[in-house]
């Protein structure tokens, strides 16, 4: 959600700090800010802006205004205080000591008071503010930087990646996080620290993770780790080799596009090496996969959003192919409520980023002992929820930038097929079966391609939904996950109400809602289930609403309805193929009305706070 960069160098440091911000400009944020110690190291020079990094940006023009070899930065999602610049990042304290931190501190009005008995000012709303004026308070009873942020540190409650720059000792910078990603990038004669690697990708392929209670000390020369009990830790150097450069839109206008059309490529890679000509390579999941799985009895699983409704395609999968009873609950749901864990349950997390608050937090309280393991979905390889997961399986969707999640959803559900596969294989899973879903994931990429080639088709029906306010979206089986997902597509970006239902349920309450004004899009493969669907729709049609119905074979009743005919597909992948005409149309209605497509109004791509 919230951005960090940082930079000790021995140049100016300004443009790397706003080209890191611009970097992270995908995670959504209200405002943007930075500080760096001037060259003479006689004052903090900090410049907040709130709105994009441009504004930032033209506010740091001319080079002459914010000069200086190190300087920390950031972008901010509100939490405490609306977007103002007052609330905005770094906050600062008696001149001396700035501080930029993600994540939120729990037991803030509590430090407030007390260092507002101490005497410090507030000028914020912010959580933030109260770990700025405590870093200088302990700095300067302890006389020493480093012992004075761990004495801070020891006071927080909550969640927080912080870093700290101090007057008085203008050569290092010193972060820390606990519950909030933090990264360190390797130069030659200068160091850098972010909450994101991507933002440092233009000046390091070197990089260290920050371990959970770790504190960190970088000079230009050196970076020096502590765990929580102040050992020294040694570095665990990572390269990252992937020169490809995500920002990079390419043809397209929006990231949205890019990433929709990415998926044929995307789905490609998360096949690769986990599955033969009849058969899912289990061992891609964790060397103790094989021992997990055939002790699995049931599956829970949790997410957010999008993930969400990948699980709930998958609960379908489990319980018909795998025969293993399947829940799925909304992270933010079941991290609160008592839970009758059945023996034998996997927990699987599902999660784009892997530092999802709600998720992460549902996972820390999964300790009933009838939990077996848990198993991740993740598309970042060092994150919190893959840390921390006995098994996980990295979904290869690549650096997706769009707020609205598109080529992530279609690899979970690639990978959670797969998983069920791998589980059933355990739990009498016909040997025929797995061959033919292995045959049907293998033509994946190719009919995505096929399907993508509507393009043109949708962007058509699409000018029939701009001026419309309400739109319903129906499925059935586990298509109805799939028309939940198109319906949270639309509203995202379009900012038009948007619902799913199951079909069957139409006539216990939302029929009241059609009329000729009210859009209906039905998600129709040709299933078992295909004519109980079809007579949904008449019901439609018979109030006057306007159908649009995404099918792989023509209705009779073509006349009567906005047909997209699909390409004939296994029905087992047809949610991977049927979600693609959902993001399409939602991605076209936005274009149309003129909506910011990438950054949507309040929503932020990583949800990394309760």
Known sequence: MCGIVGAVTRREVVGILLEGLQRLEYRGYDSAGLCVIADDHDALTRVRRVGKVSELSGACAPASVVRGKIGIAHTRWATHGKPTEANAHPHVSSRKVAVVHNGIIENHDSLRYALGEDGYQFTSETDTEVIAHLLHREIEACGDFMGGVSKAIGQLEGAYAIAVLHLDHPDRIIGARAGSPLVLGLGIGENFIASDPQALRPVTDRFIFLKEGEVVELTTASVAIFDGAGEPVEGRIEKLEDQHDATDKGPFRHYMAKEIFEQPDTVAATLEGRISSHHVLEQAFGVDAAAIFARVRAIQIVACGSSYYTGMVARYWFEQLAGIPCQVEVASEQRYRTVAVLPGTLLVTIS?????????????????????????????????????????????????????????????????????????????????????????????????????????????????????????FLGRGTHYPIALEGALKLKEISYIHAEGYPAGELKHGPLALVDEQMPVVAVAPGDLLLEKLKSNLQEVKARGGELFVIADRIFADADAAHVLEMPGCPAVVSPMLYTIPMQLLAYHVAVLKGTDVDQPRNLAKSVTVE
């Open 352 to 472: 784009q980023s892997g530092e999802t608050a709600d998720t992460l937090a549902a996972q820390r309280a999964a300790t009933d002992p009838n939990y077996l393991a848990s198993l991740c979905l993740c598309n970042v390889p060092n994150s919190s929820l893959v840390r921390e997961s006995d098994l996980s399986l990295m979904i290869r969707a690549g650096t997706e930038i769009c707020v609205a999640s598109t080529k992530a959803f279609t690899n979970q559900l690639t990978d959670l097929l797969m998983l069920v596969i791998a589980i059933g294989h355990h739990h009498g899973l016909a040997r025929e079966t797995e061959a033919e879903v292995v045959a049907a994931l293998s033509s994946l990429p190719h009919l995505l391609r096929e399907t993508l080639k509507l393009d043109a088709q949708i962007q058509e029906m699409a000018a029939r939904f701009v001026e419309k306010h309400h739109v319903l």
